[in-house]
């Protein structure tokens, strides 16, 4: 696969939570774009996984696709639920769990 896989999906209709599947007691990855302006990149996170907190130094954009997921940014909890997205503000604390399956779009913007 090449680094800029949104190229290959160029022209076709596509669901984006389609495109990895939930793996048991994982959390799955796949990068559609990464390039110096911003990533893309689809996650499956399995019931019980988390990412841990942490701090990036951009601001990112969570879209849910698919489940419920429980983001925490600077200590306080947000519930989300496939539809709806949540920012991460630049150096700021934030994690993500899963409470049950989800799958979600990160967008990182540099």
Do not use: N, W
Not at 26 to 32: D, H, N, Y
Not at 76 to 88: K, M, N, P, R
């Amino acid at each position: 696969m090449s680094d800029d896989q949104l190229a290959e999906l160029a022209g076709s209709v596509l669901e984006l939570e389609a495109l990895l599947d939930y793996q048991e007691g994982a959390i799955v990855s796949r990068t559609l774009v990464d390039r110096e302006a911003a990533t893309l990149t689809v996650f499956a996170c399995d019931t019980g996984q988390t990412i841990s907190e942490h701090t990036a130094p951009h601001e990112a954009l969570l879209q849910v696709l698919d489940g419920t997921a429980r983001v925490t940014i600077d200590g306080t909890d947000h519930e989300l639920e496939a539809g709806e997205s949540i920012v991460f503000p630049a150096e700021t604390p934030h994690a993500v769990a899963a409470p049950a399956r989800f799958k979600m779009l990160l967008t990182m913007i540099k």
